[in-house]
C-alpha cells in the first residue's frame, strides 16, 4: 500500500546539523511520529532572509514572525503539495506556520495545515520581560500584545490544528483560539542508554539563551548552592560563553561544552538525575 504524502517545513538548520540541540531532536521526534504513523514525510528546508530592516526589527525586539520570507518559497511549495498529491502540510516552527493562509490560496483544493510547536514567543517573551523580578517597559509590554495577538490569529484561523511537546503548553494554547491540540509524549526507546550513574552526578542538556531553561538553571544552581550541595551539576549546551560562566559562578557545576550524539550519551549515562531546567 502506498504511503499518503505530507509535508514538512522546517529552517534547514533543524534537519541538517552536527550537533542537535532541544529543537533538533523534537524535529527529529515529529518526523519520527508522522513516520510511524504510515506517513511518507517530505520536507521542505527554508532559511531565514535577514534585510536591513529586518535586523532593525530584531534590534527592537518586534521581528519574530517576519523572519522567514514566504514568497522565496511558495512557487516551490505550491508545485510539491500539487505534484504529491499533498493533503496535510506541517510547519516545524509557528513562526512561519503564518504561512499556511497564502499556501491554500495556491492550491486548488483543500489542505489541511498544522502547526508543530516547540515553544510560543508570546511565552518565551514573558519570561525575558519580567526575569529577576523587573518590570516590562511600556515597548515590551506593547511587543508582547502584539505576539498574543499575532498567535491568536493563526490558532483560530490560520491552522487547523496544533501539536505540542508540553502539556502545560496545550492549556495556553486553547486560551489563545487553536483548534484540534495534540500533545505527543516524548519517545523513548528500550536500553536506549547503558546507564552507570554515578553518585551526586546530575545533569541537563539545553540551549543556555532560551531564557526559560537559564533561568531554570540559575535556580536549580541557587537552591543546590543554599543546600552545600557537594556533588556535580554538569551542564551539555551552548553558547560557550554562557556555560564557562556558569562554570566560574557556581563550584560546583561541570560544563561540558556541545557534544555530538554519540559523546551526549557516553556521558548522560553517569548522570544518577537527569534535569528539565523548565
Sequence with gaps: MQKENVLFITDKNYVDYQIPGGVQICTEEFISYLELAGYHVI????????????????KLGIETYELYDVENYLSDISQTITSHHIKLV???QLNISHWATKIRARIGY???CIGLSHGNESGDYLY???KKNRFATAVETWRLGKLIALEKRIFSEALDGVVVISE????????????????LPRILKANFLNW???NNVIGLVG??????NYGGIVHIADELKAKNFDGKLKIIGGPTEIGENLEKEYKFISYCGQLNNEDLLTE???????????
Design 168 to 183: 502545560q503548553e496545550s492549556y495556553i494554547n486553547q486560551w489563545l483560539g487553536a483548534k484540534n491540540i495534540i500533545f
Design 128 to 130: 525575558e520581560i519580567t
Design 43 to 58: 520536507i521542505q528546508k527554508v532559511l531565514p532572509k535577514i534585510t536591513f530592516l529586518k535586523r532593525l526589527k530584531l
Design 110 to 112: 483543500p489542505v489541511k
Design 196 to 198: 552507570k550513574p554515578e
Design 90 to 92: 506541517l510547519f516545524n
Design 207 to 212: 540551549t543556555l539563551d532560551h531564557y526559560p
Design 268 to 278: 548522560i549515562a553517569t548522570w544518577s538525575i537527569f534535569i528539565n531546567p523548565i
